[in-house]
Structures are given as C-alpha cells and as structure tokens.
C-alpha cells in the first residue's frame, strides 16, 4: 500500500462535535488510514490515505457534501 497526506483546511475551525463528525466522515472512506486534527490550528486536518483507492479531490467532495467548507492547501 502506498501512503499519501494530505493538508486539508476548512473555513473555520471546528467545536469538538464537528470535529468528531468531520474525522468519522473521511476515516469511514475505504483507503484512508489516518485523520488527525491541526495540533494549534482547529480548522486543518491531515489526512493520510492510499491515493491507489481513492483520491485526494474524492476527500474533498466528501468534506464539502458534509457541508465542511474544505480546501486542500497541501499534498
């Protein structure tokens, strides 16, 4: 498997229930294998994920469906 991450940044940051539905909403995803929450910054997470499985822009749909107002803004 290869491993890819991603810096995905949203709107604004999240209270700990957003937070908690925005990690289920990309951990469910077959391929991803990691969602973990900025250490200073609530408004980003990184993402790892199999980019054989699923892509980077496929997380951001589902981000943006969920109604999280998302960008990626690293690779």
Not at 41 to 58: E, N
């Amino acid at each position: 498997m290869t491993t890819a991450n991603v810096l995905m940044h949203l709107c604004a940051p999240l209270d700990e229930r957003a937070l908690c539905d925005a990690r289920d909403a990309l951990s469910g995803i077959a391929g991803v294998g990691r969602v973990e929450p900025g250490r200073k910054l609530r408004c980003v997470l990184l993402v790892d994920y199999d980019p054989g499985v699923v892509s980077a822009q496929s997380l951001l749909a589902v981000m943006r469906h969920r109604g999280f107002p998302a960008q990626l803004v690293g690779m």
